[in-house]
């Protein structure tokens, strides 16, 4: 009997097998000279992991048995079951979340897509000190809520509060990645669908969910490093975990400061090796983004829908930013918290500019930087890809104050690099290595939604590898690379240990005057610098990547 068109259709657009194109690509060899180019990106990225195995070596005391210790292996287990837990739990917000702004008729999506990457922002601990402010018997939250009867609000620490906070800031790295794939998806894969009876859940389950799933496994392994790498917030909350037996030690024992980083270097490369194994046989349907994408009609899911955004966006920006602004107007009325005079608004105003320039520059220079590597583990078959691609993802685990020392160590042990301490290139390279991975994971997922067709036909035409690249595949490719270079921006806006060791003297950011101000007790000054903060994060995240992405659809 012969089988059903239709239905033999409905399967192939579910199911859609890899494109043979892609298996004659892939089976390329790399150009020696991109494998160059990745092959030196690399090695600035592995600058950390050398310095750290020369300190091990160097030290007196024996690596392996400050490793099987259980003070090493009952930290590392929870660091590993908090990453885990977090990553799964900001993985499905942050894909949802994409799905609701992108993709239905929800009022006010403009506002959400703002609002969505900004608790990244935060530096975690801000959001950890603003969390345990407001739930304090007495804070904020009480105080709103005594009124209506209720009281004694729970402890918000531990596991639970370091959970609830680290998940509420880093569904971002989730969700800028999965969004900008959803505004780059070829429109034909839903419409196939939906002409073929599908409804939206199925489409998505189908026919969506396999385009964004390397989007959403780029973003959780974010997710699941930067908590491994996370101080701030386990350390206020009293769980103990590998980065704080790290910073605890690094003072009274440094040999085994330097063994336990050692040991969450290893476990990152690790970590990302076992993603990169899993996610090689995902297929990426290339096409022309949708200049009128897909709108799904919410009925009578709105109000969910609406109560997921503002649960999110609630606990991961709303309430730190009321208890912030509940800081910054006590010391407005009050002379004695600070922030009473206007000098003390207008010395906000150069480290304002110092956090915009240096975050910019380094979610530029970072895309440029690990683009060649994107390239080469996207598209080429190279024995290099794999271990590259572990050196680049796997900084972002190390804690900044090991990128910081390596920084500082390379340039007073390397002559020729001796100019660069204490020098605004050397700022930058420690931002490129940290926060590098996060540009690079939707790199590749850009390179690999780009139909290599139209270079070939660019090509054919007369155009230069050079030529090809800006006039045809970095446009195809920029609301991915301008996702990854949001997620710099915002991080490099709040990193804190990096700019304190390697920043210039009297290079202020508003991370280091909220630092300083925390430090001092003047919660007025700290709240103030981080609504200043998050302000501007907005207005950049609207202006270079939400604006931008609009602009190419």
Known sequence: MRP???????????????????????????????IIASAATAALFAIPFVYLVFRNLSADAALFS?????????PLLRTLWLAVSVSLTATAIGTLLAWITMRTDLPGRTFWRIACPLPLVLPSFVAGAAMLAAYAPGGLFEQLLSPLGVSGLPRIDGYPGAFLVLTSITYP?????????????????EEAARLLGHRPIPTFRRVVWPQLLPSARAGGLLTFLYVVSDFGVVQLMGFQTLTTRIFTTRLVDTSLSFALGLVLAVVALLIV????????????????????????????????????????????????????????????????????????????????????????????????VVLPVAFLTARYRSPFAGPLNAVVVAGFALPGLVIALSMVF?????????????????????????????????????VGAVDERLG????????????????????LMLPPLAAGGGLVMLSTMKELPATLLAAPLGFD???????????GGFLADAGMASLVLIAVSALLTWLLVIRRADHLR
């Open 4 to 34: 059903d068109s239709t239905s033999d259709l409905a399967v192939a657009v579910a199911d859609p097998p890899a494109p043979p194109r892609r298996e004659r690509v892939r089976a390329r060899r790399a150009p020696i000279g991109l």
């Open 66 to 74: 400050a490793v099987a210790s259980r003070q090493t292996l009952d």
């Open 173 to 189: 790295y989730v969700y800028l990645p999965v969004a900008a794939r959803l505004a780059s998806l070829p429109p034909s894969l």
């Open 273 to 368: 090796v076992s993603e990169r194994l899993a996610s090689r046989d995902v297929a990426i349907a290339a096409g022309e983004p949708a200049r009128r994408p897909v709108v799904i009609p919410l009925g009578r899911w709105r109000p969910a829908a609406l109560l997921a955004l503002v649960g999110s966006v609630g606990i991961g920006l709303i309430a730190p930013v009321v208890v912030l602004s509940w800081w910054a107007y006590r010391g407005l009325v009050n002379e004695a918290a600070g922030f009473a005079s206007a000098e003390g608004m207008t010395a906000l105003i150069e480290p304002t500019w110092n956090t915009v320039s240096v975050s910019v520059t380094a979610a530029v220079v970072s895309v440029a």
């Open 410 to 446: 390379l340039a007073l042990r390397v002559p020729a690099l001796s100019s660069l301490y204490q020098t605004l290139p050397l700022l930058l390279l420690a931002y490129v290595i940290h926060f590098g991975a996060q540009a690079y994971r939707s790199a590749q997922v850009g």
């Open 456 to 475: 070939e036909a660019a090509r054919t035409l007369g155009a230069g590898r050079l030529r090809r690249l800006w006039r045809v595949e970095l446009p």
């Open 509 to 519: 950011t508003l991370a280091t005057r909220i630092w300083t101000a925390n430090e």
